[in-house]
């Protein structure tokens, strides 16, 4: 895991400069630096040596001729299945994937099978001296980022957009041009979808894209996907094999241990192979709080067990240290807990971290993916009668009624927002187009755009793009959810946060394996169905109760509407009303109107979102001396 800065050298006016912008990314890489520079292309890169831990593994790497040149980030978990399939003769000086990878590629007959056939996650640029060609690519589920902006027809790529504007600073003297559509999106939708980020000169490589270019031609794009499941392993086989592939370091790896399903079993599956450390956040005093049940787990498995407190009297400067540093909106709570575990565990030595990443999204994890379709179905066979008023009188009923009833079917419905919050969604979606219902568009989302100064212009996104099929509406559901919401938001937070304390994320459940294994099992599935039924073969080879699992959602992203009252009001108060991004982005009496909202929760995220993209706009809008 690594950062690296590719250029054309008429871009880089001098190699300190070049320097200074790759230093932008050291988190990514605090193991070493390195650089390579001709008369086409400047190449950096910093390291996080985590297979093959010597010099030999260092990058930019060039092959033995010098003719061919790489830039990586990631990691090839079938190394030696790539090695002997596309440069079996190739006499290689390192043990590192990076080796493996370059020498695949200039070998390869077909580039996008040798893509396919890759499983783990990578971005990458390569450079073929003898043609001037450059390629770029990401992987297909959208776990590294890769951005590149184009000057006069001359291309800069990078893991990160900081570095790329720096560059940019250094030959163009004004202000960087904000992509307002983009920060519709953000704000809608809490991700940006369409290869596009916040700043309209720097663009994103899509998942699974392939940029070639001639340094003397134009670029041309091709798309690769990854293979199909060709082992046909039934699900525990597929667990062991992609939990166990995960492991492979050369540097020390932990699991992150919420208690819930997800990472319960990939822990379980860890200390399996190995004995492995597994850290906890805890949340003392509320009820997100799962520390019990992680536990519980902890103990069944008999694995080390390190609970976390998060230090929640610290809350306020965490998130300014994250605001300045990560150049990004941080929109999403459970980034505070997440760089809580990252940093800790990093302090002790740790360089790889599993996680239960997807599999809410691949294996029908959310509530909505059977409520909605529920919903669908109730809609249509209630027509002409009055639902809508029904449940508008239920939503005006006081919350603390709402929330003391104590039948065991409603208190399970109600999970860890409320009742008075369900039966308030429940209540929009049977007033929503059916449009909005499938790409869970919140209810509240108007009032959000009405703060800001200027109108902004619509988003992007279209959902008729992605649901006109025939296939069930929980499934058009979660192909939305594998398409936008688990890369751009998810796994871009995981990267961002993780890769800030210099740990690599790594989630079994991304595996190609367990991929096409969730299609499998509920591509065709019209019935209601669980992630825990789904899971059933897992829980009973590992040995754990179901009963531990039979409980309300609760995420990671701990008690934000409880934060944003207490800890972090002092910081909405700051980037909503005192910092001159407020003034410029937002409308002051429609952000008062917003804020006497404080009290409910429901207004929670939306105060959050427009705090952070606040506090982006104040340190990441501006040009790099």
């Not at 190394?79 to 080796?99: G, H, V, W």
């Not at 992680?294 to 080390?304: E, F, R, T, W, Y």
Request: with cysteine; glycine share 4%; charged share 20%.
């Amino acid at each position: 895991m690594c950062g690296f800065l590719v250029a054309h050298s008429d871009l880089v006016s001098d190699r300190s400069t070049f320097s200074n912008a790759l230093d932008l990314q050291s988190n990514r890489g605090p193991d070493g630096k390195n650089f390579y520079f001709d008369s086409l292309v400047s190449a950096g890169h910093v390291r996080l040596s985590i297979q093959d831990l010597s010099s030999l593994g260092e990058q930019p790497f060039l092959s033995q001729c010098s003719n061919y040149l790489l830039v990586y980030n990631g990691e090839i978990f079938n190394a030696d299945f790539i090695y002997n399939k596309y440069c079996p003769d190739q006499m290689l000086r390192s043990t590192s994937d990076t080796e493996v990878l370059l020498y695949a590629i200039i070998y390869s007959q077909e580039l996008s099978e040798l893509l396919s056939d890759i499983e783990g996650f990578f971005s990458f640029v390569y450079y073929d001296k003898i043609t001037s060609k450059v390629i770029a690519c990401r992987d297909s589920k959208g776990v590294k980022p890769l951005y590149f902006s184009e000057v006069n027809g001359q291309y800069i790529f990078s893991s990160d957009t900081s570095s790329i504007r720096h560059l940019q600073s250094s030959r163009l003297k004004s202000a960087p041009d904000i992509d307002y559509a983009s920060l519709t999106e953000l704000c809608s939708t809490k991700y940006i979808s369409t290869g596009n980020t916040l700043y309209s000169s720097i663009k994103e490589v899509l998942r699974g894209q392939v940029l070639s270019l001639n340094l003397n031609s134009e670029i041309s794009n091709s798309f690769f996907f990854s293979q199909r499941n060709i082992l046909n392993l039934p699900l525990v086989e597929a667990f062991q094999l992609s939990v166990q592939d995960r492991l492979l370091s050369d540097a020390p790896v932990a699991t992150l241990l919420s208690g819930g399903l997800d990472s319960s079993l990939v822990t379980a599956a860890a200390n399996s192979f190995q004995p492995i450390e597994a850290f906890t956040v805890s949340f003392p005093g509320f009820r997100h709080d799962e520390s019990t049940y992680a536990s519980l787990i902890a103990k069944h498995v008999a694995c080390k067990h390190t609970l976390i407190p998060f230090p929640s009297h610290q809350l306020a400067d965490i998130a300014e240290n994250l605001f300045q540093q990560i150049p990004y909106p941080l929109v999403d709570s459970s980034s505070f807990p997440l760089h809580v575990a990252c940093k800790h565990i990093s302090s002790l030595g740790y360089k790889v971290l599993l996680t239960g990443d997807a599999a809410d999204e691949y294996f029908c994890g959310y509530p909505r993916y059977n409520s909605i379709p529920s919903i669908f179905s109730l809609r249509s066979s209630l027509v002409g009668y009055p639902i809508k008023v029904l449940l508008d009188l239920l939503s005006n009923l006081p919350s603390p009624f709402l929330r003391s009833l104590s039948y065991t079917p409603l208190k399970i419905y109600a999970g860890s927002r409320g009742l008075d919050y369900r039966i308030k969604r429940l209540a929009s979606y049977f007033s929503q187009p059916i449009d909005s219902l499938i790409h869970e568009s919140n209810y509240l989302r108007p009032f959000a755009f009405n703060c800001f100064l200027n109108s902004l212009p619509s988003c992007r996104f279209n959902p008729e793009l992605l649901y006109k099929s025939y296939h069930p509406i929980r499934y058009k559901l979660m192909s939305i959810d594998h398409s936008l919401y688990l890369p751009n938001c998810l796994l871009r937070k995981s990267d961002l946060i993780s890769m800030h304390s210099s740990v690599e994320s790594r989630s079994p459940f991304l595996s190609n394996h367990m991929r096409e294994i969730s299609q499998e099992l509920l591509e065709f599935s019209d019935s209601r169905i669980s992630k825990a039924r789904l899971f059933k073969p897992l829980l009973d080879y590992y040995q754990l109760d179901p009963a531990l699992f039979k409980r309300p959602k609760q995420g990671f992203g701990g008690p934000l509407p409880a934060w944003i009252r207490n800890q972090l009001f002092p910081i909405v108060q700051k980037y909503l009303f005192e910092t001159p991004s407020s003034s410029v982005l937002f409308n002051r009496t429609n952000i008062i109107t917003l804020v006497d909202q404080i009290e409910n929760d429901d207004y929670a995220q939306f105060i959050w979102s427009l705090t952070a993209i606040s506090a982006w706009f104040t340190y990441h809008t501006y040009l790099p001396e």
